[in-house]
């Protein structure tokens, strides 16, 4: 920090601020940059010019420039794994950390981004692990499993210290409402506690976690883990109320509070409820005794041992669906001691949605895959669900990728099953979306993604707002909407400070045996990942790595991030 003031001071002569931080380049070219405007301003004093006003004016803007630049210092081209982060986690920095076994500072710098380290570490996609460029040498870096390793092995101390970091008390005055404690809704209220406002959070459950409580089986997410990153943020200072549902009305026994009561006590509201409501099919049969819907299925056999699900054990289960819920229903069937569990979906193995690591471990457990096919009815005997009858889908988007699915009526198939879970997505559950006007906005781009509404004070996102997106996006969604209300409510201090504001970052470590320090990095075998042999129970599946192993992928980096750096 006071490298970045003297820089800052420095820079009233622009260009010996960038110089002092061995900015050789961008200081020469600002320090001429200054002479040659003195120069021009001296040929041109030597007669009234109209536009000299404007001139000195854009040159005073670029004088202001400089010294900000300075101040923040280096600038780092982003390296191709945090481009292909939603929320932009520094990756190699925090990769660079854990190869030289500073487990606690790798923590800090995925903390700063968002709190749930653990959580992501085991459930999230890896969006970042497709761009990465060891896969042009052989095989991506395992930067979901590290981030894991590194949320283990953690000090216990450390994990408290970026929830307690309030900067300004005085926004005490200035109160949040976030409905809903999913992803979003937390991590809105995290960054928002953090600058310093009050907020609340109103949740209809019991506790705090969302769809990543609710839907995420406790073989992927264990609940231990969940609940200590969401208590981290309860414990920051944020005033919970579980139990309670926005609705129309206010009830006394606070169970409900209304919308309308809400925007009226709050200075800004943010909504997050997400998508809890499950889709339905619409054919015949759909009302008979054993269809389930995924989401509903996922909330009711969430405890390690559920109960009322005798009727699956050694029976024929079949699972309507391609994407993650339904890759979840189908996995928990089979720890209900199915008999056999088929899944049908309309799309291709390519085109399905669910994550492609979740669907080779529902193979490896023995779920039948069925693609492309749709469900036409579903047949009865004595009241009960006995087959289904398909339909060939021919395509599932039309040619501009919008879903629309065309099927072949007359190529059908029928499969025996006595249970059915229909897992097709989820929409919207608040009973007030229709008030505020907001669409469902399926962009792929989360960024573009705004959280404004047509209230002034009230704002939204996470999969409210998107539709069912991963939890990561979800994440960004809550960062987005926490920087546009404290914008909303400070107005241009809050900007100011958001251009103000820098990512404080590490040097490089030494590596001597990593593979961006060498000429030719050459092929390293990526981490084995290690898997429990019994899957009949709802212990989780995946196994951390060891300290060492960890360590030694990370050594795997090429440290893209670094090599673009700019001084």
């Known amino acids: 920090m006071k490298k970045r003031l003297i820089a800052g001071v420095l820079s009233i002569i622009p260009g010996l601020g960038q110089l002092y931080r061995k900015r050789w380049g961008a200081g020469i070219f600002i320090f001429l940059l200054f002479f040659l405007s003195i120069w021009f301003f001296k040929m041109i004093w030597t007669g009234f010019n109209p536009w000299f006003i404007g001139i000195l004016f854009a040159w005073f803007i670029i004088w202001v420039a400089n010294i900000i630049d300075a101040y923040k210092g280096p600038f780092y081209l982003s390296s191709p794994c945090e481009d292909g982060c939603p929320a932009h986690v520094r990756v190699s920095e925090y990769v660079s950390l ?6 606690d500072d790798a923590y800090k710098v995925i903390a700063n981004v968002t709190p749930f380290v653990g959580t992501l570490g085991r459930i999230c996609p890896a969006p970042c692990e497709a761009k990465c460029s060891r896969k042009g ?25 970026p929830i307690l970091k309030v900067k300004d008390q005085n926004l005490q005055s200035k109160k949040v409402a976030v409905i809903g404690g999913g992803p979003a809704g937390l991590t809105c209220a995290y960054e928002l506690r953090k600058k310093g406002y009050a907020v609340t959070i109103f949740e209809k459950e019991k506790e705090m976690g969302g769809m990543l409580r609710i839907s995420i089986p406790e073989y992927r997410l264990p609940k231990d883990v969940l609940l200590q990153e969401t208590e981290l943020i309860e414990d920051s200072g944020i005033t919970i109320k579980s139990g309670t549902e926005v609705g129309k009305d206010d009830l006394p026994d606070g169970s409900q509070v209304s919308f309308d009561t809400i925007t009226k ?35 009711a056999t969430k405890p390690s041992n559920p109960t009322g699900f005798e009727s699956f054990a050694n029976k024929k289960t079949l699972v309507i669906g391609g994407g993650n819920v339904a890759i979840d229903a ?14 049908i979906c309309l799309e291709s193995r390519k085109e399905m949605p669910a994550c492609p690591p979740e669907v080779e471990e529902s193979l ?5 895959i069925n693609n492309g096919w749709g469900p036409k009815k579903i047949i009865e005997k004595d009241g009960k669900v006995t087959e289904v009858e398909f339909k060939k889908c021919t395509s599932v988007f039309d040619k501009k990728g919008n879903f629309k699915p065309v099927f072949d009526e007359k190529t059908t198939m029928t499969i025996d099953c006595d249970n059915i879970i229909i897992a097709i997505g989820q929409t919207r559950e608040a009973s007030f979306a229709d008030k505020i006007q907001i669409p469902n906005n399926r962009t792929k781009d989360i960024h573009n993604v705004s959280s404004k509404t047509p209230l002034p004070n009230v704002f939204a996102g996470g999969d409210f707002v998107t539709g069912p997106r991963i939890a990561i996006e979800a994440i960004v969604m809550g960062k987005r909407g926490a920087k546009e209300i404290d914008i909303y409510l400070r107005g241009f201090k809050a900007k100011l400070e958001e251009m103000l504001s820098f990512v404080e970052t590490y040097t490089p470590a030494n590596l001597p045996d990593a593979a961006w320090t060498q000429k030719n990095p050459g092929e390293k075998k990526r981490i084995d990942l290690t898997l429990i042999k019994d899957r009949k129970n709802f212990k989780e599946v995946e196994q951390v790595s060891s300290q060492e192993l960890a360590i030694a992928e990370a050594k795997r980096c090429l440290q893209c991030g670094y090599k673009c750096r700019w001084r």
């Not at 509201?269 to 996922?298: M, P, W």
């Open 137 to 161: 040498i052989e095989s991506p870096l395992a930067i979901r499993r590290l981030k894991r390793a590194i949320s283990e092995y953690a000090s216990t101390s450390v994990r408290i210290t």
């Open 330 to 343: 189908a996995r928990t069937a089979f720890r209900l001691n199915a008999k056999e569990v088929n899944l």
């Open 364 to 368: 490896d457990e023995g779920i039948k």
């Open 98 to 103: 854990l190869a030289n076994n500073k487990f």
């Open 265 to 299: 006590d709050f200075d800004a509201v943010f909504i997050a409820t997400g998508t809890g409501i499950a889709q339905k099919l619409n054919i015949e049969g759909e009302n008979l005794s054993g269809v389930y819907y995924g989401i509903d299925f996922l909330k």
